[in-house]
């Protein structure tokens, strides 16, 4: 069946970058999308990011500077890589396929 | 870029009551707008696609309507199981979600 796993280091340090990788199973990254989206503690969520079948990218306006997202299809997994972290970039990272299938999501602290 | 205002923010209702959650977009999204309901500590379950078809598997008191900008998810008959946070999310362009309601029991 279909999944995806977020993984990750739960902290990270002000101003450091931060990495990411979603898992996925039962589906081809190379016939579909995957989207990144965070929420950060007790807040809605925010669209980062997508990855489509054909290996294009598109960005949240606001994270454009900051954010990249790729893949590698042969080992079914889908990274996000964002710099100059702040403390306001604390949240649980999620990765989605068509916006029906979603990871369980993982915490990310950004602290000294 | 396109902005998802949704309202109320907060609501406190009695099992059986119909409530309406609301999301309005800064421009006509053309239906593209699913609803998503949010427990606790767990991933976001889509319950209504594409304004108003329902997902396989999610109870039929769930519906959702709307056209141009404004959309209405509809809990018919409110079950207790139904307390979560609620969102829209618009993907005719781009992608926007709405902030949440929040649903309680009174």
């Known amino acids: 069946q279909v999944q995806l796993k977020e993984s990750g280091p739960g902290l990270v340090q002000p101003s450091e970058t931060l990495s990411l990788t979603c898992t996925v199973s039962g589906f081809s990254l190379t016939s579909n999308s995957v989207h990144w989206v965070r929420q950060p503690p007790g807040k809605g969520l925010e669209w980062m990011g997508i990855?489509?079948?054909?290996?294009?990218?598109d960005y949240n306006s606001a994270l454009k500077s900051r954010l990249s997202i790729s893949r590698d299809t042969s080992k079914s997994q889908v990274f996000l890589k964002m710099n100059s972290l702040q403390t306001e970039d604390t949240a649980i990272y999620y990765c989605?396929?068509?916006?029906?299938?979603w990871g369980q999501g993982v915490m990310v602290t950004v602290s000294s | 870029d396109i902005q998802m205002t949704q309202s109320p923010s907060f609501l406190s209702a009695t099992v059986g009551d119909r409530v309406t959650i609301n999301c309005k977009a800064s421009q006509n999204i053309n239906k593209y707008l699913n609803w998503y309901q949010q427990k606790l500590g767990e991933a976001p379950k889509r319950l209504i696609y594409n304004t108003n078809s329902l997902q396989t598997g999610i109870p039929s008191r769930f519906s959702g309507s709307g056209s141009g900008t404004d959309y209405t998810l509809t809990i018919s008959s409110l079950q207790p199981e139904d307390v979560a946070t609620y969102f829209c999310?618009?993907?005719?362009?781009?992608?926007?979600f709405g902030a949440g309601t929040k649903l309680e029991l009174k």
């Open positions: 999310l618009q993907h005719n362009s781009g992608y926007t």
């Open positions: 990855i489509r079948s054909g290996g294009s990218t």
């Open positions: 989605t396929r068509q916006w029906y299938y």
